[in-house]
């Protein structure tokens, strides 16, 4: 078994033993198989990035044995510069995130980690997979686990926001399989990716595929306007949840753009680019201003992370090393912070059972390590230099004024209002007087939330500092991609 | 002349018929409360019956018995296989609970079951109009009588009625369409027919027009069977009137019937016709598809909605069938139809995991029928709530599980020929079937979301408990690895005879 394989079914099948055998009698041996399950599927994935060949564009570590033969599906795995991080960063998200649901979930403890180990398995089948078919299964299967955390697991209007997420997604995502299929027809009944990059398409065809494919991304990703669901969900769904969503199944879609839309379909991906870059840039400014007049701090959150993954689809989409590697260190850099934001506001919500900005004031007279962590988590949303979230959004706008200085200056302008939402966010929740009864009765965080914020600090801290490793590692693979998109496909 | 070829190809017929009499016998000495000695019997008899069909579909023969009449070819076998054991399932899972409605106070459940299976193989292995006429008619005969077993329930009794006189208005349309085709082209005999009407206006005994509106007759009586708008009135209502079992065996083995009868009359007798009458498959499906899914999704009861269920995934199945012959090329024939008999069995596999669970809920004199009796049922038992979350998940066509391929090949089939109305066809179906996600999933909320409305524990015998989680596990299996019964489909299809 190759190590793909290990990093994909290790946790399902972990996933799978909780399920099958965990009883709520014994939670506890319960949490400790789950830590272990998710400790040795990031250990799995190390091999991955100390094995990994820097230089090269080549898919490595590739793994294939026929999987359907009527339909010519392969199980095919591989990584390269693009996805080898967002392997490694679903295994990492998962530690954290059985650790911070260590305490906090008292029912159903085996389904609710269950759940999230077999999300991560099918997250990195999505990452790794080099076939269409296998990528669409997984991509698609990681609705029922999530339907189910945050149905269940989920706020008062859970259903809603269940429901609301999974037929959203669906939608755009069998539009999508209809794209698929039909490439199949036209390739000759072939699922592979690498064929498809090779396969001539028309100018019609590559329009009508673009926008299928685009449906199923975009309202992943989410764009403006299909973003609706993402704060709907994130306001309902348990922390857990919302970490995981925000941090990986957002980059679901962003990756699908750059795996398919782009090397499939290079000229209808130019000849639209205009489109994804305007509803970039209203994600980028306006969503950034809706953000603003939140009240409730996981919807702030949520809208945050429509206008960062903005700068991701826009780096995307202006063609340029500096734009395309700039918009996948966001991707990673935003999976570590938002994990971290929405982590934060579970440490507050699990005490005090309130999203709302107004019931908190003064935290950090009551909280001080606390605030401390959610101080520097705040600095790196608003891309504070130092922070991972300063790397991406510059290499994107540096890209940008490139490509149009006007384009460039709105993007940049964004900054502006990341800071304000972000920094008026912590003035009111933590700084000033203490502001209740409630915000005084605080204790600060134990040993196991200090344990997954310094984690995620230390990620924070060290891809601000020193993004060498993560932008080294996508080099080749991103000069490859953009040679690939130069070339007209037309015939 | 009988030569030895018939009566090899007949064996499995033979064995079911003469085991029928013999239960029906032995069940007179039978007094245990629950037919132990019947309802094994059977369960013996059944799995005779499925190995020995197995053997004959996985020779791959195909022989021609009683002077053409009928057929023995690896469709035939393997959708018998299908159907005996999917008959088997059915027993197992229904026995308890008609036990507990006083319907098993003699042994004709069992032996109406048996009669019901021998008429699905008589219409499975039918090469002739007649022949697959009288299957056909045996197989709802006892059903029939299998609706109206708990003869002192009125709206069993109902049902009973509404399925005999729409039923039998059917079998008429059936039948005369039979007969205009035989008036058309002088022969019953489906090779002969297809000769018959392949060779022009000349071979033909009748005027076209004739045989056009025979097959216009033959299309209502078949959609009739299958289920489809707007012949599909009466499955709302028996699902819901007949006892739960009973609207399991006519929910699932039935529906494998069903599709050998359409492939063997529009594809074995009537393929020259094709054009004619995958237009009204087209607008069969496209309706069953509408009203299937918009109607199910407002019914509270269960087992109607299901029913509407049925019709949405038949509007699913015919769309395979549309794509078998595109711009006049039949390159695409196996693909599609084997496609199409993949998507059968396994909406077959799935529909016995969701009832299996039903039945179970509704022991102890308590009918499990509304959506909200669900309710919580992952608190009560998590393996049964895996077993209805994972078949309702692949109703609703996610991976990884068996609907979602019987969907792709569908599709697949649709888009493998370029035309911008297959195209069209196939977005369509792919927006019905987000509808269709919408009930499936509103099930599986009730299940996992909701506070559970009853305490009562969920009883259920060692073979039911067995039975149905290795259903609820095989779709899942075979959603991970389907090649398997893919293959097997495409391999069956494509040894027709055409």
């Known amino acids: 078994m190759g190590l793909l394989s290990l990093a994909i079914w290790t946790p399902i099948f972990f996933g799978v033993v909780l399920l099958a055998l965990g009883r709520d009698e014994h939670a506890s041996a319960v949490r400790w198989i789950a830590l272990v399950g998710a400790v040795l599927s990031l250990l799995v994935t190390v091999p991955l990035y100390t094995g990994f060949e820097l230089g090269t564009a080549s898919m490595q570590f590739a793994e294939k044995a026929v999987w359907i033969e009527r339909f010519n599906i392969h199980y095919h795995l591989a990584v390269d510069g693009i996805s080898l991080w967002l392997v490694l960063l679903t295994a990492f998200i998962t530690v954290i995130v059985v650790i911070a649901g260590w305490e906090v979930i008292t029912e159903r403890v085996n389904q609710y980690m269950g759940a999230f180990l077999i999300l991560s398995g099918l997250m990195i089948g999505v990452f790794a997979s080099m076939d269409a078919m296998l990528f669409y299964v997984f991509f698609e299967a990681t609705l029922i686990p999530m339907y189910l955390i945050i149905g269940i697991w989920g706020g008062p209007n859970k259903i809603y926001a269940a429901f609301k997420f999974f037929l959203y997604t669906l939608l755009g995502s069998l539009l999508m399989l209809v794209a698929l299929i039909y490439l199949y027809s036209q390739s000759g009944g072939s699922f592979d990716l690498a064929t498809w990059h090779r396969l001539p398409l028309g100018g019609t065809a590559q329009t009508l595929l673009f926008f299928a494919f685009f449906a199923a991304f975009a309202v992943k990703v989410p764009m403006w306007p299909v973003h609706t669901w993402l704060p709907d969900v994130h306001v309902e769904a348990p922390t857990g949840g919302s970490a995981v969503l925000a941090a990986i199944m957002l980059k679901l879609g962003a990756y699908g753009f750059l795996r398919f839309s782009l090397p499939i379909l290079p000229d209808a991906s130019r000849e639209w680019a205009w489109l994804i870059i305007t509803l970039s840039l209203v994600a980028v400014i306006y969503v950034g201003l809706v953000a603003m007049v939140q009240k409730d701090m996981k919807k702030l959150v949520a809208y945050s992370s429509v206008a960062h993954m903005g700068f991701v689809t826009l780096g995307f989409f202006v063609f340029s090393d500096l734009g395309v590697s700039g918009g996948i260190v966001q991707m990673i850099a935003h999976g570590f912070v938002s994990a971290a934001m929405f982590l934060g506001i579970g440490v507050l919500y699990d005490r005090v059972h309130s999203r709302n900005i107004a019931d908190y004031g003064g935290v950090v007279n009551t909280m001080p390590k606390f605030a401390a962590f959610a101080l520097l988590f705040t600095m790196a949303n608003c891309g504070l230099p130092g922070t991972a979230g300063f790397v991406g959004e510059w290499m994107v706008i540096l890209a940008a004024v490139k490509f149009n200085f006007w384009i460039g200056l709105l993007a940049a302008s964004a900054l502006i209002f990341g800071a304000a939402y972000s920094l008026w966010m912590f003035k009111r929740v933590y700084l000033g007087e203490t502001g209740n009864d409630h915000v005084k009765a605080l204790s600060d965080i134990g040993a196991r939330e200090m344990l997954v914020m310094s984690l995620l600090a230390i990620m924070v801290l060290y891809m601000g500092i020193h993004p060498k490793p993560f932008t080294d590692v996508m080099d080749a693979s991103v000069a490859e991609l953009l040679r690939h998109v130069a070339v007209s496909k037309l015939n | ?498």
Not at chain 2, 38 to 64: F, K
Not at chain 2, 423 to 431: E, K, P, Q, R
């Open chain 2, 1 to 498: 002349m009988i030569d030895n070829v018939s009566w090899v190809v007949a064996y499995p017929e033979i064995l079911l018929l003469v085991m029928a009499c013999v239960i029906a016998l032995v069940d007179l000495g039978v007094t245990s409360p629950l037919r132990s000695l019947t309802h094994w019997l059977t369960l013996l008899t059944l799995a005779a019956v499925a190995l020995l069909t197995g053997v004959y579909a996985s020779s791959g023969a195909v022989n021609l018995g009683f002077g053409g009449m009928v057929i023995s070819d690896p469709m035939g076998n393997w959708l018998k296989c299908f159907a005996a054991i999917a008959m088997m399932v059915t027993l197992v899972y229904g026995r308890a609970y008609a036990g507990a409605r006083d319907m098993l106070r003699g042994g004709e459940m069992f032996t109406l079951s048996l009669f019901a299976l021998l008429g699905m193989f008589v219409m499975i292995s039918g090469h002739n109009l007649l022949v697959i006429y009288l299957g056909l008619e045996l197989l709802t005969l006892s059903s029939y009588a299998l609706v109206a077993l708990r003869r002192d329930d009125g709206r069993a009794t109902e049902a009973a009625m509404k399925y005999f006189v729409l039923g039998a208005l059917a079998s008429g349309f059936l039948l005369y369409g039979m007969s205009l085709v035989y008036g058309a082209t002088g022969t019953l005999d489906l090779g002969q027919v297809v000769r018959a009407i392949a060779g022009g206006e000349e071979a033909l005994a009748g005027s076209p027009r004739v045989l056009m509106l025979g097959l216009v007759f033959l299309m209502a009586g078949l959609a009739f069977k299958l289920g489809v708008v707007p012949f599909h009135m009466w499955v709302p209502d028996v699902y819901h009137g007949a006892p739960t079992a009973i609207t399991l065996i006519i929910a699932g083995a039935p529906k494998l019937a069903a599709f050998a009868i359409v492939i063997r009359l529009l594809v074995q007798g009537l393929l020259p016709l094709v054009v004619d009458w995958q237009q009204m498959l087209a607008v069969l499906a496209v309706a069953s598809l509408l009203i299937g899914n918009l109607a199910a999704i407002a019914q509270t009861n269960i087992k109607r909605m299901l029913a509407f269920s049925t019709i949405a995934q038949m509007g699913f199945m015919l769309l395979g069938l549309i794509a078998g012959v595109a711009g006049g090329e039949g390159a695409n024939m196996a693909n599609a139809y084997g496609s199409v008999m993949f998507y059968v069995v396994s909406y077959v596999l799935t529909t016995l995991g969701t009832f299996g669970v039903i039945l179970l809920l509704s022991r102890n004199g308590f009918e499990s029928e509304q959506i909200s009796d669900l309710a919580g049922l992952n608190q009560r038992s998590p393996l049964y709530a895996g077993v209805m979350a994972i078949c309702m998940f692949s109703l609703a066509g996610i991976p990884p599980l068996v609907g979602f391929y019987a969907k792709l090949s569908v599709l697949q089939a649709l888009l493998a020929s370029p035309e911008p109305v297959y195209i069209g066809l196939a977005v369509f179906a792919v927006v019905m079937s987000l509808i269709g996600a919408f009930y499936y999933l509103r099930l599986v909320k009730v299940m996992y979301f909701d506070a559970p409305t009853q305490t009562a524990a969920i009883e259920a015998g060692t073979d039911v408990r067995t039975v149905l989680s290795l259903n609820g596990a095989l779709v899942l299996v075979l959603g991970i690895v389907p090649g398997g019964l893919m293959a097997l489909c495409a391999q069956a299809i494509s040894a027709l005879i055409i």
